[in-house]
């Protein structure tokens, strides 16, 4: 399994707009993108948030990213964001519940 982190650090006054942005963009991902298995949000309720995401493969998220969806969430949401950190991991197959 792979999975992507994001942290987000918004610019102020963006939180609840970016937010309901993410939100739909969750939903789109788990509905729309081909191996996106989990999509979690969490936030501080002022101006971070944080992104835990799981798909099949390393291929599936890097097609999520050429999804029309991504693509107008990363338009809608260019100005509200400082800042943006991604990393990618591969996800223990020995970890418990696997």
């Known amino acids: 399994m792979h999975v992507v982190t994001v942290h987000f650090q918004l610019h102020p ?12 963009q969750r939903d789109a991902s788990l509905a729309q993108s081909a191996g996106c298995r989990q999509f979690d949000i969490a936030h501080d309720g002022k101006a971070t948030i944080f992104l835990y995401e799981v798909y099949d493969a390393p291929e599936d998220f890097a097609r999520h990213l050429t999804t029309p969806h991504f693509k107008q969430f990363a338009v809608v949401t260019a100005a509200m964001v400082a800042t943006k950190s991604v ?3 591969q996800l223990d197959p020995a970890a418990p519940g696997l």
């Open 13 to 24: 006054g963006q939180f609840d707009g970016f937010l309901a942005a993410m939100r739909r």
């Open 87 to 89: 990393a990618e991991w």
